[in-house]
């Protein structure tokens, strides 16, 4: 009996996805570049063997699937891809679908798009959030690539993806490089959310003096409430852990220095390209920069030593209070950026991207899954089209009934010397978005001074220079 579906790629991501295809019921047959990893994958794969088709040969692997062929490519992103797609290539007949299902660059996948356009092929470009777990067990699977590639995938994809109170977290979300630039976004705010925990967790750990494990229970109290969420939990997991060795807190043993794989780096590029301000993923990517910039911090510290930690408010308790609400509205600002971001995306690639549907396959299975992407499915739901989701009513709300504390939390950060530069940047950006007269007017000005771009008047006189004298065509 032929396979259903094919996979090439045995590492971490391909491996774990292959069991959960091969657990829902569905045939597959999978390949390796080195056969040993195929051998060694089929070896451990107990009762699910036969559901799989282990192939040493490209040859037989095409052959071993059921036509149209659908083939999920789960390895290295870049060059490597499209190497894969050009050995497959030969051996595929029309109709065949390449699924790339790394974390493709969009533009990648775009142009891969392209190339594959008169060739009888098709190609899906899809993104899988949840790691290791979330393959094995359910991810969620955002895919971009023609209607009729989706349809033939479609039950499969369903049957392994994440489920929210039933809901599968999968959908087709539009043309071409669509699913790979909602990863990509979803990635961006991912880098925002831990970010923002971070920052929370500096002020309680430098701040109020609190140790790890009692900050794991302050996050796990908070799982239990409006910020409930995957992040959330591992963080109070994580800060809860002692290392085996010494005994002492895990986290206080880890090198303060964090890696990236560049997707939270497309995510600002991209927000840049499309004139959105996503000033929280921004800073959540910049934090990560001068983290690894260890050594030059600590000969920086010599030099400048610490400032003193501000006065805490008398009551500890309500301060507390305030450090979760104002993740809650700092995490507001970086979501409403991130879905701004899709919004201009959608509109320039004509994707016509569905944000309900974005937050509902992100409700499960995806790094960033929350009770909170359950409220925006809500919001866009009743309103798909609105500017940004902070003027949605129910956001409207709790951002009236947080901004208070993000304000306390960002001010006594910034009094004691704590970085907080994603909550500060949430905050400054929707001080920015509520005030209706900004002080652009002042750059207007400059601009036209300098370089005579003039400008709009706000009583609509019909003036459009100012009079700057001789410094305009001097300086023009
Ligand atoms: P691994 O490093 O575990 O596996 C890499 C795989 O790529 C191996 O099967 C390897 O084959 C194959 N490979 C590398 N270069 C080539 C090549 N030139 N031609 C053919 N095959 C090649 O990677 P992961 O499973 O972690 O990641 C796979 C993809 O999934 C990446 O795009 C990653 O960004 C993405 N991803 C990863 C997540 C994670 O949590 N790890 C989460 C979501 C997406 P060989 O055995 O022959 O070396």
Redesign the pocket.
Known sequence: EQAEIGL???????SNLSLNIAEKGNRIAVF???PE?TRQFYAHAGDLQKQIIPCETLEEFVAAIRPPRPIII????G??VD??MELLRPYLSAGDIMID????NFRDTMRRFDHLKDSGLTFIGMG?????EGARHGPSIMVGGKEESWKRVENVLTSISAKFNGDPCVAWLGENGAGHFVKTIHNGIEYADMQMIAEIYGILRDGLGMSAAEIGEVFDKWNNGRLNSYLIEISATVLKAADPISGKPMVDLIVDAAGQ?GTGKWSVIEAQNMGVAATAIEAAVAGRILSSQKSEREAAEKIFGLPKIADLPSDKAAFINDLENALLAGKIGAYAQGFAVMAAASAEYKWNLPMPTIARIWRAGCIIRSQFLDEITSAFTKDPDVANLIVTPAFAQMVKDTDGALRRVVSFAALSGLPAPALASALSYFDAYRRARGTANLIQAQRDFFGAHGFDRIDGVDKHHGPWGSGLGEFA
């Open positions: 090439i790629g045995l590492g971490v991501m391909g390796n570049r080195t990893a789960m390895i290295k992103a060059d490597p190497q894969q299902a790394g974390n493709a899988v959030s949840g790691g290791e794989k």
